[in-house]
């Protein structure tokens, strides 16, 4: 009896043993499992942290964007780089950095001309056969038509290819649809750190865009078309009336250039005292607004006398040249703003009158009117220095909205050049100017560089500008140490609203209001 009682004492031991070890088992598996659980619980609380830290970043670059003057946008405003240390905010082991960069500081690949695209393409290829073939093919891949330029390609060229497509012939929505375009390898479009040759989409744009504002974020006058009335408004604080009638004088062609006037490239006098060429055009100071940050642009008050009425625009389109499509089927906005085919808010002021004014009309005594293409034209007329002061505030085209214009402030050197291909010296001076002056505060200051000759200022005014309403932000959201990364990259216009609130405002009063049509977003 011993021995198989002794058996049953064994067998109830090892029994115990085993469940003992299942139990153990079993409960480090619900251990495992429970931490696991727990580290993605956390990984995914960071990474909801990180994301709405990159949405903090965003909205505050939106908001710096929101108060700043639209009317000179240059690499020294406070919206370039922002960060929560900046803001003196903290949140525990999180950060933000986001950085805005201006897209008008680029080459707009939809709008830039063959010569511009070949002189671009062979500062970077080092190769000017190949820059002629890229150039060719980025016209024939943005136009409408199937028939190739010499060097070009279109879809008979892509569908010959390992794998087949065809050329878009319409404008470009990325740059990197350049990829696809012949003669664009991998190499030119990502660049090479090691010669200093920035990624291509560092260099262009396919969204550049700037309001058609005077200095203080007010609508331009069209010298074309303006009134007397108008032109006193718009001009008054800068010009005489003298002054004001011989431009008048000189765009009805009943006038040539007045006695006294000094001959190009020497320095105007006002009485007595010489006024250097490289004077500034002088910028008021601008009131503050009630509701509005104190170091922000603030909206200055309207003249007691309104404009004329004007035929407004039946809506917002791009320059000749200027994809369409950007204008008429953008993606959705945010921000609670709508479409970018959606007009601005029903107290828009227009631009300028339409229908007059073109080449080959006549004034009341018979004489042909002059076509002003630039105020380049009005050098003839004015001195120097009151011409540079007038600049950003009239135009010569009733659009609200430019396209393709390139930023003085913001491009970088390879875009400069393209512009002056056949004059680096000139690239080297505004370079020079805008880093001494803290960047150019009007076109005009142009005429401050000595380098450049009459022809070059004729072809270079038209093609630049000192402001942007398009703009790359780039938000990213970091949790620790990058435990978890957000990161954010949008382009955005930015356009402004002139608003009149009748039941709180007088007539003449306006309300600035900003909207952000979203063009691309990408979030991860």
């Given at each position: 009896?011993?021995p198989?009682?002794?058996?049953k004492?064994?067998?109830?031991?090892?029994?115990?043993?085993?469940?003992?070890?299942?139990?153990?088992?079993?409960?480090?598996?619900?251990?495992?499992?429970?931490?696991?659980?727990l580290?993605?619980?956390?990984?995914?609380?960071?990474?909801?942290?990180?994301?709405?830290?990159?949405?903090?970043?965003?909205?505050?670059?939106?908001?710096?964007?929101?108060?700043?003057?639209?009317?000179?946008?240059?690499?020294?405003?406070?919206?370039?780089?922002?960060?929560t240390?900046?803001?003196g905010?903290?949140?525990?082991?999180?950060?933000?950095f986001?950085?805005?960069?201006?897209?008008?500081g680029?080459?707009?690949?939809?709008?830039?001309?063959?010569?511009?695209?070949?002189?671009?393409?062979?500062?970077?290829?080092?190769?000017?056969?190949?820059?002629?073939?890229?150039?060719?093919?980025i016209?024939?891949?943005?136009?409408?038509?199937?028939?190739?330029?010499?060097?070009?390609a279109?879809?008979?060229?892509?569908?010959?290819?390992?794998?087949?497509?065809?050329?878009?012939?319409?404008?470009?929505?990325?740059p990197?649809?350049?990829?696809?375009?012949?003669?664009?390898?991998?190499?030119?479009?990502?660049g090479?750190?090691?010669?200093?040759?920035?990624?291509?989409?560092?260099?262009?744009?396919?969204?550049?865009?700037?309001?058609?504002?005077?200095?203080?974020?007010?609508?331009?006058?069209?010298?074309?078309?303006?009134?007397r009335?108008?032109?006193?408004?718009?001009?008054?604080?800068?010009?005489?009336?003298?002054?004001?009638?011989?431009?008048?004088?000189?765009?009805?062609?009943?006038?040539?250039?007045?006695s006294?006037?000094?001959?190009?490239?020497?320095?105007?006098?006002?009485?007595?005292q010489?006024?250097?060429?490289?004077a500034?055009?002088?910028?008021?100071?601008?009131?503050?607004?009630?509701?509005?940050?104190?170091?922000?642009?603030?909206?200055?008050?309207?003249?007691?006398q309104?404009?004329?009425?004007?035929?407004?625009?039946?809506?917002?389109?791009?320059?000749?040249?200027?994809?369409?499509?950007?204008?008429?089927?953008?993606?959705?906005?945010?921000?609670g703003?709508?479409?970018?085919?959606?007009?601005?808010?029903?107290?828009?002021?227009?631009?300028?009158?339409?229908?007059?004014?073109?080449?080959?009309?006549?004034t009341?005594?018979?004489?042909?009117?002059?076509?002003i293409?630039?105020?380049?034209?009005?050098?003839?007329?004015?001195p120097?220095?009151?011409?540079i002061?007038?600049?950003?505030?009239?135009?010569?085209?009733?659009?609200?909205?430019?396209?393709?214009?390139?930023?003085?402030?913001?491009?970088?050197?390879?875009?400069?050049?393209?512009?002056?291909?056949?004059?680096?010296t000139?690239?080297?001076?505004?370079?020079?100017?805008?880093?001494?002056?803290?960047?150019?505060?009007?076109?005009g200051?142009?005429?401050?560089?000595t380098?450049?000759?009459?022809?070059?200022?004729?072809?270079?005014?038209?093609?630049?500008?000192?402001?942007?309403?398009?703009?790359?932000?780039?938000?990213?959201?970091?949790?620790?140490?990058?435990?978890?990364?957000?990161?954010?990259?949008?382009?955005?216009e930015?356009?402004?609203?002139?608003?009149?609130?009748?039941?709180?405002?007088?007539?003449?009063?306006?309300v600035?209001?900003?909207?952000?049509?979203?063009r691309?977003?990408?979030?991860?």
């Amino acid at each position: 009896m011993m021995p198989q009682r002794r058996r049953k004492v064994g067998f109830a031991l090892v029994l115990v043993l085993g469940v003992m070890l299942l139990l153990t088992l079993l409960v480090a598996a619900i251990a495992f499992t429970v931490r696991g659980e727990l580290n993605v619980t956390a990984a995914f609380e960071d990474q909801v942290r990180a994301r709405y830290l990159a949405h903090a970043g965003l909205h505050k670059a939106l908001t710096e964007l929101m108060s700043d003057n639209p009317g000179i946008d240059s690499y020294t405003e406070t919206w370039t780089e922002r960060r929560t240390e900046d803001e003196g905010w903290h949140s525990e082991d999180g950060t933000f950095f986001v950085r805005v960069i201006d897209e008008s500081g680029k080459l707009n690949i939809n709008t830039a001309d063959r010569e511009t695209l070949v002189a671009f393409f062979t500062q970077i290829t080092d190769d000017g056969a190949l820059a002629e073939e890229i150039a060719d093919s980025i016209i024939d891949w943005r136009d409408g038509d199937e028939e190739p330029r010499l060097l070009g390609a279109e879809s008979d060229y892509y569908l010959s290819l390992e794998q087949p497509y065809r050329a878009k012939n319409a404008p470009f929505d990325s740059p990197y649809e350049l990829l696809l375009v012949k003669g664009i390898t991998r190499d030119i479009f990502y660049g090479n750190p090691n010669s200093g040759i920035p990624p291509l989409p560092e260099l262009v744009t396919a969204y550049s865009a700037t309001p058609n504002v005077d200095e203080r974020g007010l609508p331009r006058v069209n010298i074309n078309t303006a009134t007397r009335e108008q032109l006193l408004e718009a001009l008054g604080d800068i010009l005489t009336e003298q002054e004001i009638d011989a431009i008048l004088r000189f765009r009805d062609g009943t006038s040539q250039q007045p006695s006294g006037q000094q001959p190009f490239g020497q320095a105007p006098q006002i009485g007595t005292q010489p006024v250097p060429p490289t004077a500034r055009p002088p910028i008021g100071q601008r009131p503050m607004q009630p509701g509005m940050g104190q170091t922000g642009f603030q909206r200055p008050q309207q003249p007691t006398q309104p404009r004329p009425s004007q035929q407004g625009q039946a809506g917002l389109r791009p320059s000749r040249g200027a994809p369409e499509e950007a204008i008429e089927q953008p993606p959705q906005g945010v921000f609670g703003v709508p479409r970018a085919g959606s007009q601005f808010g029903s107290g828009q002021r227009p631009m300028g009158r339409q229908g007059s004014g073109q080449m080959g009309g006549q004034t009341g005594g018979g004489q042909r009117r002059r076509q002003i293409r630039s105020p380049l034209d009005l050098r003839p007329v004015l001195p120097t220095e009151k011409l540079i002061a007038i600049w950003e505030r009239i135009t010569t085209t009733d659009q609200p909205v430019l396209y393709g214009l390139v930023n003085l402030n913001t491009a970088p050197p390879e875009v400069l050049a393209a512009l002056l291909p056949d004059n680096p010296t000139a690239v080297d001076e505004i370079l020079t100017y805008r880093e001494q002056n803290g960047g150019f505060r009007s076109v005009g200051e142009l005429l401050n560089i000595t380098s450049l000759t009459q022809a070059e200022l004729q072809r270079l005014v038209p093609r630049v500008c000192v402001k942007s309403a398009t703009f790359r932000i780039r938000a990213a959201g970091i949790v620790g140490n990058h435990r978890a990364v957000h990161l954010i990259d949008v382009i955005v216009e930015r356009r402004l609203n002139l608003s009149t609130a009748s039941d709180t405002l007088t007539a003449n009063e306006s309300v600035p209001t900003v909207q952000f049509i979203v063009r691309t977003w990408k979030e991860r």
